[in-house]
Nanobody, 126 residues
Framework: QVQLAESGGDLAQPGGSLKLSCAAS???????AAWFRQAPGKGREFVAA????????DYADSVKDRFTISRDNTKKTLYLQMNSLKPEDTALYYC????????????????????WGQGTQVTVSS
C-alpha cells in the first residue's frame, strides 16, 4: 500500500515563495510522480511531473519557469519549489504517483495516477 502526505502549504504574498513536500511510504522510487492542484469550483489541474529517476520533468505552461519539481528517492520525498507566486496559484495542491513503473512518457490527466495525498492548501494573497 502506498501513502502520500503533502506538507508546506501556507499563506504567501504575491511574488513570494513556498516549498511543498510529499512524503511517501511504500513503492515510490520507481514511479513517475506529479503535482496537481484544484481551486474552488474548478477541476483538478496538472502542475508538474518528474520521472522515476528525476532526470526528466514536465510542467504546465502556467507554472513553467516559476515552479521546480524535484525528488529524493532515498527519502521517498517529492518536492515543489514555487517562486513568483500569483493569486491564481491559490489552490489545494496534491501529489500523486503514476500507475506504471519506469514509465517512458508523461501524462497530464489525473486518471494516469493511482495514489494521491490528501492535499495541502496554498493561498496567495496580499
Amino acid at each position: 500500500q502506498v501513502q502520500l502526505a503533502e506538507s508546506g502549504g501556507d499563506l504567501a504574498q504575491p511574488g513570494g515563495s513556498l516549498k511543498l513536500s510529499c512524503a511517501a511510504s511504500g513503492r515510490f522510487a520507481n514511479y513517475t510522480a506529479a503535482w496537481f492542484r484544484q481551486a474552488p469550483g474548478k477541476g483538478r489541474e496538472f502542475v508538474a511531473a518528474i520521472n522515476w529517476s528525476g532526470r526528466f520533468t514536465d510542467y504546465a505552461d502556467s507554472v513553467k519557469d516559476r515552479f521546480t519539481i524535484s525528488r529524493d528517492n532515498t527519502k521517498k520525498t517529492l518536492y515543489l519549489q514555487m517562486n513568483s507566486l500569483k493569486p491564481e496559484d491559490t489552490a489545494l495542491y496534491y501529489c500523486a504517483r503514476d500507475r506504471a513503473r519506469f514509465a517512458l512518457d508523461f501524462d497530464r490527466i489525473p486518471e494516469r495516477y493511482d495514489y494521491w495525498g490528501q492535499g495541502t492548501q496554498v493561498t496567495v494573497s496580499s
